[in-house]
């Protein structure tokens, strides 16, 4: 936000408690509340520049549009604040972030409180499309359940019996781990250990030298970003890449390859995305997202391209009027989009209901081989709106 | 002031002043502040009793304490232990509770911590802070490391007297402006309370011992005080009224997480007492507000400058996302000025200027008495 | 809870190795942050940037020149002038300031570290190329194998801490360092070159720390905030070990090492607090410290 803007948003403030209306050609304000520090800042800078690439593409659904960026520092002892920052002080009619599944907890609580559309284009944390769904909150990206649910079927028709699963000790890890186990075990396989390292630990050793005695048909594992570098590396130095197949949830391989290098070579995961996709989606954007900023896109880019194109085509079909929130919520709920990882719809509690590809991994690339679940849909479980 | 280095009557006198028109500024806040500042007040004075009762060990204990979060949070995760469902419980016993829980972990903490001395202190305090940190993060009691939602707050009703909720219902600023009053008062008078508690017991004889304590232990000792005994107390009653602020951040946002006791967030209270000096009992107040103050400033302040440079072909940035990206980088370069060039912090800097003025009203008064 | 660990040996050995492996690790950051406490009396929080350092430079310099044994030496020197540097412009100015102060002002240092190391790599995660003539693994005991890599970071750790021990108990610059943590006071009334001594151990102390995160730097990926990794816990390696005492280092790390590896795998849920735990009870039998003086 300039700083005439900062200005202006004061002055809207003390208006609003004056009580006195807000001009009709005023911008929408579109709060987004990412990383942009830290840990995840490559995730957040991804998401905003795609995101912005999407809307422009559309011509801003047809409205004047003002972003506002916070950095959300991936820290969620800030969250409720920086959310209530947003929507208070900034006055934003649409709210886009976060990364981190804790700052999503508060960010959602926030908004179930004041109704703003609360638009997800990362953070996987299930409850946000289950037991606290809303009708203004939207997820573009994945629920933890859904990428990770399929390995399982995956796993046990690679004729894998047994299997160990592993993961940080936080909620993504259990749910995801959770997920695996809920189809390998319907499939008829047995999960016959479930471990987990505190987060953010990248000390594997002990924990691979347990999965070298109990020898499983196959590991799965949930890790993402400088922890999956590590333990595709370590998997592979221990030697247990050759004779125990390894399985994950694609953020195991998603744009760390080039880091994990060979150890990563031929690895089974799934994801709602991949490389390779025969799609004219996918190959524009993929053009357009590197002419637009210099970098290879990737999973993360994909889901802000999506958040902008259901904001985009949301104020399309409300006229720019975001004073209607049931209206602006409909619109939402009943987008097509078109989107680089295959077309989708929003499932009844606002998650995405779409492909899970097996990819496995190939010079630095996560090429698709299969789709290991059509259609999928989080059954959000504990979800009534 | 007690622990105040001045004992200028007439320097206190204008230190009064400052304080007395601090104070109405807080009452009337809500009046003209728009919610989010509001809650924004709400949370700097939660942060400035934290800070004060850190103050107690820092300031006036000479105890430096780097792991004093541990029961800001044990207490704000006490609201989550009492409400687990989606019941409310009663503040009548919740924030007793809470803060007692604070409390007999200071004890404990206390007790094994202050077998040590100086950086020992320091560092052991440290460690049980994240000995804390990890058991609401890895066990099963804190419920996840993502943190946990309080889904109900605690009901504020005394002797079937109607009061209003503790926590107001959040309303849309459209939907006609109402801000979060009852809290926000109830932490000032929460504030005013520590604050008054604090000045009394510094007055008692107690307060004279810890002090001589902070000054020269060894004397104390050989006067035959209990040393250790009354550091324990200052750090008992220091964990009780961090658990005291604890409680209040955990009924304002309805949200805990392990990082609320963790390391960080005892460094950032060293910060707000540091920055707004130890040596009185109202600078940690004046840090609390400035480190809130000092972020929003920090950003204003990159964006001009980088909008200056923009114009002069130094860069080519977006000033906004340049002060997102480098408000850390300006912090830390704040908190290294502050230490070198601050180190009495914010009141020492206005016990300083009350001195000064009156100095210099005086050498005038002599002035002028010489002329005549 | 499970014991399993004991029921084969094999896996007892390899987790025994894990173990040794981590704490002769954490040694080298001990190491130094304990001689700088000791000397001093400086707390330094930004110490964990120098592991920062050290890795990041791993990682540029193998990328660069395509051998990771070259980056070995430009990493260490990078380690020691940054740390010589910050000793003459900040540090020598907070040693007769109170620990508060030295607390909060290399709190502000991690900041500012974390921000430089942005602008000049990006938030990207990478990972330094293993060193080819140790890239393999070693077979052992059946089902087990263990890298060779790792095997030779304990080797070059068990070097660097002897070398630690020669140079403290044999050489004169050792002599002033052990009395230099004896009695600070003492040392500058015999009129030896403090300045230099304080220079001297400040740039030993983050050198060391910017080799152990070159070390690591194969084996651990280098990303944002992994000057976090190792400062907490290292702290606590010093405090069990007695501040100031290289030798109190070398066994706290490999305490903390053990009671970490094996907490791991016996009770995962409270391996994050068992080296807390591990230090409340030294603290309790000895308040110094195993190997500190007493108070």
């Not at chain 2, 500042?37 to 006036?60: D, E, H, P």
């Amino acid at each position: 936000m300039t700083i005439a803007t900062k200005l202006a948003s004061a002055a809207i403030a003390l208006a609003a408690i004056s009580g006195t209306a807000m001009a009709q050609d005023t911008p929408i304000r579109i709060g987004v509340m990412l990383p942009y520090s830290g840990t995840f800042a490559l995730l957040g800078q991804n998401i905003t520049e795609a995101m912005e690439l999407a809307m422009a593409e559309r011509n801003n659904g047809g409205c004047n549009i003002e972003y506002i960026q916070l950095d959300s520092e991936a820290d969620p002892s800030r969250g409720p604040e920086n959310a209530r920052r947003l929507i208070d002080r900034d006055l934003v009619d649409i709210l886009v972030g976060p990364v981190h599944s804790g700052v999503a907890m508060g960010m959602v609580q926030v908004v179930r409180e004041t109704g703003t559309p609360l638009i997800i284009p990362n953070a996987g944390v299930r409850q946000a499309t289950a037991e606290l769904c809303a009708p203004n909150i939207f997820r573009t990206s994945f629920s933890n359940w859904q990428p990770a649910y399929p390995s399982g079927t995956v796993a046990y028709d690679r004729g894998a019996r047994t299997a160990v699963t592993l993961s940080w000790d936080y909620g993504a890890g259990h749910q995801a781990t959770e997920a695996f186990a809920e189809s390998f075990e319907a499939a008829g396989g047995e999960v016959v250990e479930q471990l987990f390292i505190p987060f953010p630990d990248t000390n594997f050793q002990p924990l691979l030298t347990q999965i070298a005695g109990i020898q499983p048909d196959a590991v799965f594992v949930f890790f993402a970003g400088g922890g999956a570098v590590q333990f595709v590396n370590d998997y592979d130095d221990a030697g247990l890449k050759e004779t125990i197949p390894l399985y994950g949830s694609g953020f195991l391989t998603e744009g760390v390859l080039d880091a994990q290098g060979d150890a990563a070579e031929g690895l089974l995961t799934t994801l709602h995305y991949a490389d390779g996709l025969d799609n004219p989606v996918d190959a524009h954007f993929r053009e357009a997202f590197e002419a637009a900023t210099g970098r290879e896109s990737d999973v993360y880019a994909m889901q802000g391209y999506d958040t902008g194109q259901l904001i985009a085509q949301a104020l399309e079909v409300v006229s720019c009027d975001v004073g209607d929130l049931d209206a602006l919520s409909e619109a939402m709920a009943s987008a097509t989009i078109e989107s680089p990882r295959g077309t989708f719809n929003m499932s009844s509690s606002h998650n995405p209901v779409q492909d899970i590809y097996l990819r496995e991994a190939r010079d630095g690339q996560n090429v698709v081989i299969d789709i290991a679940a059509p259609a999928l849909e989080d059954p959000a479980p504990g979800c009534s709106m | 002031m007690i622990g105040a280095t001045t004992t200028d009557n007439g320097a206190n006198g204008l230190v009064r002043l400052f304080l007395l028109v601090g104070l109405a500024v807080f009452a009337l806040f809500p009046l003209v502040g728009s919610t989010f500042y509001v809650q924004l007040g709400t949370k700097v004075m939660v942060f400035a009793i934290l800070a004060m009762s850190l103050n107690l060990l820092v300031g006036f204990t000479g105890l430096v304490s780097l792991g004093h979060a541990a029961f800001f949070g044990i207490a704000a995760y006490s609201v989550y232990f009492f409400t687990p469902g989606f019941t409310a419980a009663s503040v009548w016993w919740t924030l007793p509770a809470a803060v007692g829980l604070a409390g007999l972990a200071a004890l404990v903490i206390g007790a094994l911590s202050l077998r040590t001395k100086g950086i020992f202190f320091l560092m052991v305090t440290l460690a049980f802070g994240q000995m804390v940190f990890f058991l609401f993060h890895d066990t099963p009691i804190g419920g996840s490391p993502d943190g946990v939602y309080v889904n109900a707050v605690p009901t504020f009703d005394a002797l079937g007297i109607d009061l209003p909720e503790l926590r107001d219902r959040y309303q849309l600023i459209e939907g006609g402006a109402r801000a979060p009053f009852t809290l926000y008062y109830v932490t000032l008078a929460c504030m005013l309370a520590v604050y008054a508690f604090l000045a009394v017991l510094l007055r008692s004889l107690f307060g004279h011992v810890i002090q001589g304590i902070r000054v020269n232990e060894h004397r104390m000792r050989a006067l035959g005080y209990p040393v250790y005994g009354y550091k324990l107390a200052s750090f008992v009653i220091a964990g009780l009224l961090g658990g005291l602020a604890g409680y209040l951040w955990a009924v304002q946002s309805l949200f805990v997480n392990p990082e609320l006791a963790g390391w960080h967030m005892s460094a950032e209270i060293l910060l707000m007492v540091i920055l707004g000096g130890m040596g009185t009992i109202y600078g940690p107040i004046l840090g609390a507000l400035a480190l809130e103050a000092l972020r929003e400033l920090a950003e204003i302040a990159i964006e001009y400058g980088v909008t200056a440079s923009n114009a002069i072909g130094l860069t080519e940035m977006d000033p906004h996302r340049a002060a997102t990206d480098y408000y850390l980088l300006v912090e830390g370069v704040v908190i290294i000025a502050i230490v070198i060039v601050l180190p009495r912090g914010l009141s020492g800097l206005i016990e300083d200027l009350a001195a000064y003025l009156r100095s210099g009203r005086r050498s005038a008064k002599s002035e002028a008495e010489q002329a005549t | 809870m499970s014991f399993d660990v004991f029921a084969d040996p094999a896996i007892f050995l390899v987790q025994l190795l894990n173990a040794t492996q981590q704490g002769l690790l954490l040694f080298l950051i001990a190491s130094g942050l304990t001689l700088i406490f000791g000397i001093m009396g400086i707390i330094n929080l930004a110490h964990g940037s120098f592991y920062m350092v050290g890795a990041y430079a791993a990682y540029a310099v193998a990328e660069a020149t395509g051998s990771f044994w070259l980056a070995l030496p430009i990493g260490v020197a990078a380690g020691i002038a940054l740390g010589y540097v910050l000793e003459r412009l900040l540090f020598r100015f907070f040693y007769e300031r109170d620990h508060l102060y030295q607390v909060l002002l290399t709190f502000g240092l991690i900041l500012i570290f974390e921000e430089v190391r942005g602008m000049m790599f990006g938030e990207d995660t990478h990972r330094a190329l293993t060193p080819e003539a140790l890239d393999f693994s070693i077979p052992l005991l059946g089902v087990q194998s263990y890298p060779a890599y790792r095997l030779a970071i304990s080797v070059i750790c068990l070097l660097v801490a002897l070398g630690l021990y020669l140079l403290i108990s044999r050489t004169r610059l050792g002599m002033m360092i052990r009395a230099g943590a004896y009695n600070r006071e003492m040392v500058q009334a015999l009129g030896i070159n403090i300045t230099f001594v304080y220079a001297a151990v400040f740039g030993l102390g983050t050198g060391l720390a910017a080799l152990a995160g070159l070390l690591e730097a194969p084996v651990a990926s280098v990303e944002p905030g992994i000057s976090g990794r190792y400062l907490i816990i290292s702290f606590v390696v010093v405090v069990i070990g007695g501040i100031g005492s290289v030798k109190g280092a070398f066994y706290g790390a490999l305490l903390i090492g053990f009671v970490d590896t094996f907490a791991k795998v016996i009770v995962p849920e409270a391996a994050g607090m068992s080296v807390y735990l591990l230090m409340a009870a030294v603290l309790l039998w000895r308040p110094t410290g195993l190997f500190g003086r007493p108070a």
